[in-house]
């Protein structure tokens, strides 16, 4: 059986270039240069005017450099006296020792719908589930795989997508370190092109038939030391292709921008 790995790469910061010169700016240059010239002075009635020019010249860089650098939106949370918000501090979530508090249904999906993506689709929960033993979410090899990585609880929900077209299965496994959860990241790619294990959909009514069949497709990625991943499948039971761009999208929904970011961020936030 095949697997369809989540989207989400390593975030790199954007590196904002730095703005060529203005006109404006490259024109008083030239206007200094040239009145400090040794070898040219402007005839004495020109004076008044060339003063003029500069001033000018000088309020337009001003303005210039103000538009450059008040083109960021505001920081959320900045004080009125225009100093920024202090940026908030996210723990590493290395370990269950250093992050004991148990998951939630309420944390990981508080509402019936969740948004997600970068055009806010809205995804339809439809069964929420909470399991102390991770071999219910699993069968096969992957069972003793996160029973060695210490896996001791699972927190998932059926949604649908907003088109309607597919079903899936989403959820966190609380591991006991970041170690652990790597080594699940990569081991169940293997189990899975071996076919000797797969992590299991939770069907919720009609249309999720699917989700409890092995042309379900998976995708999941590591963070501190919880796996997020996702099964999903077709409403109408056909077959996903690896390079289906919509299942690919609702996997990164799901799995990067509400797991992974959304629920995790808040978490290691200490909200």
Partial sequence: MGATRSTGADRIPAVRPVPPP???????????????????????????????????????????????????????????????????????LTSRADDPRPLTAGEVFPGSVVVAGPTGARYRVLRVQTLERCAGAAEGEVVPLLEAAGCNQVVRATLRSPDGDYAVTAGLLNLSDADGAETVRGGIKSLLDAESGRLRGLPAGSGTGGLARDTAQLGWHARGHFL????????????IYPDDPTARQVLSDLIEQHLRTRVLDRRAAGS
Avoid: M
């Fill in 22 to 92: 203005s006109v404006a700016r490259v024109l008083l240059g030239r206007v200094l240069a040239a009145w400090r010239s040794p070898d040219w002075r402007p005839p004495r009635q020109w004076r008044p005017t060339c003063v003029l020019t500069a001033l000018a010249v000088l309020a337009l860089c001003g303005y210039g450099t103000y538009l450059v650098a008040g083109d960021d939106p505001p920081v959320a949370g900045a004080e009125a006296t225009g100093q920024p918000a202090a940026a908030t501090v996210l723990r590493e």
């Fill in 228 to 239: 997020a991943y996702a099964v999903i499948a077709r409403t109408d039971g056909g077959k």
